[in-house]
Every structure is written in structure tokens, then in C-alpha cells.
């Protein structure tokens, strides 16, 4: 059954863990559909997993919406989210209600967008108002990368916590249905989510958390530039595609790929007359 902002509401009160992914194409997005991830996530972190990029603030809107396009094919159960990229919404309230509006016809429920100033909280509440679910982001987000000067953990002491949940309950106000805390410790992460009345969704912010979310590439172990203290390895995807193009590249030298079950062949007739055609030399 599709799941809806309600439905993801429902999971705190209810007690249900929320469990979150990225996914990037048709395949990937379908496979996690069908495992039964609740929140599937087109991440600007493809700018970096999937499309090489230092960081995430070179993805454009038109990557994200080809992006997009690809994982909603895939899904049917899971609610889309789709990150709003750097520089896509700062510019105007104008401009973040058509951009987030390119990325819900290409197939997303619902945008994430990073921050809580007065700004892109007015923003946000242009959004929900305009009919667009929005995902809020605190902590460390990214995208304010070159303005922060690195990867820093947030909440680290009472006032930033403090701040962290002031600028949630202002992002809630403003009608988010889930705000994702990212790189803060585990007492700040609990302690915030249990004074908000929507869920939080943590990456590297601990269990307490109303939900958890990952990459997809760092659980799959694909991606291997950098793995994050947060990120757990479920599968070892890098072995098994480097032992796969081995094989084949030595079946290939061999000779012995393809075989004859894995090669279509002339009717006896077509090659009878192939035979003679060589035979009177007629090449």
C-alpha cells in the first residue's frame, strides 16, 4: 500500500520505526520498493556516489529530475522524496515553488529541502501551502558545505541543541512532515525528537531517532571514496562487481564466452548455403 505523509506521521505515534533509503535508478529504487522501505530518497549525495562530484552543491535541478523520473518507475509502496538541489530554492519563493513543482511531475511525493532561517522556513511554508509535502534537514547539511568550511558534527553542547530544536519547531510550524537530523549526537537527536510532534529521520544522529536513513551506496558497499562513521555495510557490491568483470574478461580471452547455448544459430538451410557461398569464394 502506498505510504503517504499521514501514513509516515502515524509510524511515531504508533512506535513504528520509519526506515529510509537512497536510490538513484529504476532498479535499485524497485528492489527497495519491494523490500518494503517506507521512504525512498533521490539524494544530492548522487552528485557524489553516483555522478563523481567533490560534493553535493554541483548537482542541478536538471539532474535531479532525470534522476527522479528513473526511481518513481521503479516504485510503487514507498513515499519519494526528492532533495531540492543547492541553489534551487534560495533565489526566490517564486523559483523554489517551480523547481519543487518539476520534481513532483517527475515523479516525487514530496522535496527535502536543507536549513531553518527565517528565509527557507517562509519558503517551506509557501510550499505546504502550494500543496508540496516538504521534508525538513538540520544538523549538518551539506549543502552550506563551502559556507561551514567542513564535515562538522552539530548539537554539540546545550545552546547549539537548543538551536537545532527552536529551528525544528519552527520548521513543524511551518507545516514539514518529517525533518532528517543529521550528525548529531545521539542524547541531541533523542531529545529533540521527543519534543516534536513529527518524526525525526536520523543519518548518524543515533537509535532514539523516529526513523533512520542511509545511502544506498554506502549499505550496498559500492561506493568506496569514503565511508562515513554512521554508515553500516550491509552487502559488499565492490567485490562482487569487480569479481564479475574478472570472470567475464577472462571468458572473453579464453574464448569460451559465448557459448553455444548463449548463441543464436543459422537454420541448416540458411547454413548449407553460407558453406557454399565461402566455398566458390564469393567474399
Do not use: W
Not at 41 to 54: F, M, R
Not at 55 to 74: D, P
Not at 134 to 144: A, C, E, I, K, S
Not at 187 to 211: Q, R, V, W
Request: proline share 2%; glycine share 10%.
Amino acid at each position: 500500500m502506498k505510504k503517504t505523509t499521514k501514513k509516515i506521521q502515524d509510524f511515531k505515534t504508533g512506535g513504528k520505526k520509519i526506515t529510509a533509503l537512497t536510490a538513484y535508478d529504476y532498479s535499485t529504487a524497485k528492489y527497495f520498493d519491494g523490500a518494503g522501505v517506507d521512504i525512498i530518497l533521490i539524494g544530492d549525495s548522487l552528485g557524489q556516489v553516483v555522478l563523481g562530484y567533490k560534493n553535493t552543491t554541483s548537482v542541478t535541478m536538471c539532474e535531479m529530475e532525470i534522476f527522479t523520473s528513473a526511481v518513481a518507475r521503479g516504485v510503487e509502496n514507498a513515499f519519494i522524496v526528492a532533495d531540492m538541489p543547492f541553489l534551487s530554492y534560495q533565489a526566490s519563493v517564486c523559483q523554489a515553488v517551480e523547481n519543487a513543482g518539476t520534481l513532483i511531475r517527475a515523479g516525487a511525493n514530496g522535496v527535502k529541502i536543507e536549513g531553518g532561517s527565517d528565509y527557507i522556513i517562509n519558503t517551506i511554508a509557501h510550499l505546504v501551502e502550494s500543496g508540496v509535502p516538504v521534508m525538513g534537514h538540520l544538523g549538518f547539511t551539506p549543502q552550506f558545505i563551502n559556507a561551514i568550511g567542513g564535515n562538522f558534527i552539530a548539537g554539540k553542547n546545550l545552546e547549539n541543541t537548543l538551536e537545532i530544536l527552536e529551528a525544528a519547531r519552527r520548521l513543524e510550524a511551518a507545516g514539514v512532515f518529517a525533518l532528517v537530523l543529521e550528525m548529531v549526537p545521539k542524547e541531541c537527536a533523542k531529545f529533540i525528537s521527543e519534543n516534536l510532534k513529527i518524526p525525526t529521520i536520523g543519518i548518524g544522529a543515533g537509535a532514539g531517532c523516529d526513523g533512520q536513513i542511509l545511502v544506498s551506496d554506502d549499505v550496498l558497499g559500492r561506493y568506496d571514496n569514503f565511508t562515513p562513521k554512521f554508515a553500516r555495510k550491509y552487502a559488499d557490491l565492490k567485490s562482487e562487481i569487480l569479481n564479475a568483470a574478472t570472470a567475464y574478461i577472462k571468458d572473453v580471452e579464453a574464448g569460451v564466452f559465448p557459448n553455444a547455448e548463449e548463441s543464436f544459430e543459422l537454420s541448416a538451410e540458411e547454413l548449407k548455403k553460407l558453406e557454399n557461398f565461402v566455398k566458390n569464394k564469393r567474399v
